[in-house]
């Protein structure tokens, strides 16, 4: 499953990432005949729509009103971000079925949550750090409240997070580093900018490190591991559909 998660860049309010990365990534895509799924942030459904249309090939999901971590809302903040943010993308001409929580963050009410306002699976388990949370012997679907759970993949040591960031820090070993059983890759609009500036809530060195290879060495990363899966990308709707 290849995933991309919508929002502003580096969490400035800016959205060169929609408008410059946005247009290009979709053309690779379809140069490796992959097929993608978007987790959307609500305020930016918008300028999305103007380049991703609802009848393209690519999944749309929700990624929250505004990028808020969950875990910091109480649970009438996190109902309407997730019931806000779908009936955007509805109203926008998008079949909302999945949702990944900002920054991977999920209160334990989630599933619940999401059962109430209508989704059908969730992609935010695990953590966006190396970490025991990314730990699961798990392939399928964890089902929850009727929610089925993508679980999160890993590099080989099983704890680092399968997404571009990691990728890019560890180049040029990351690609090669992937577990065998990995099949959910995430990445950001951002990481492809020529733009280094890293996540702007992390302290000035973290936040250097962070923007490692972003732009066109991003962009190459990408290639890469497109051409290794050419033809064998999924969206979550499909792999979740798979089982059952
Ligand atoms: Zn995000």
Not at 52 to 61: A, D, K, L, M, T
Not at 72 to 78: K, N, Q, T, W
Not at 85 to 98: A, N, P, T
Request: one cysteine or more; hydrophobic letters at 35%; charged letters at 30%.
């Amino acid at each position: 499953m290849l995933t991309v998660d919508v929002e502003s860049d580096w969490g400035s309010g800016r959205t060169r990432g929609i408008e410059e990365a946005l247009p290009r990534l979709l053309d690779l895509l379809d140069q490796y005949e992959a097929r993608a799924t978007f987790f959307v942030v609500g305020d930016f459904a918008t300028p999305f729509r103007k380049r991703v249309r609802p009848e393209s090939r690519h999944e749309v999901g929700s990624h929250g009103l505004t990028h808020t971590p969950l875990t910091r809302l109480d649970e009438s903040d996190v109902a309407f971000e997730l019931s806000r943010s779908r009936s955007i993308l509805e109203d926008l001409g998008f079949d909302v079925r999945g949702f990944r929580a900002p920054f991977l963050r999920s209160p334990r009410m989630l599933p619940r949550l999401l059962a109430n306002t209508g989704y059908s699976y969730d992609s935010s388990m695990g953590s966006v750090f190396p970490s025991l949370r990314n730990l699961t012997r798990r392939r399928d679907p964890v089902v929850e409240r009727g929610i089925k759970r993508i679980p999160p993949s890993t590099l080989f040591d099983r704890i680092t997070p399968f997404s571009l960031t990691y990728l890019r820090l560890l180049h040029p070993l990351g690609l090669g580093l992937r577990s065998k059983h990995a099949k959910l890759f995430y990445f950001h609009l951002h990481e492809l900018l020529d733009e280094p500036r890293g996540w702007r809530g992390l302290p000035g060195p973290l936040q250097r490190l962070h923007a490692r290879n972003v732009g066109e060495r991003a962009w190459n990363i990408l290639e890469r591991l497109l051409k290794t899966f050419r033809g064998r990308t999924m969206r979550c709707r499909d792999f979740v559909e798979a089982h059952g």
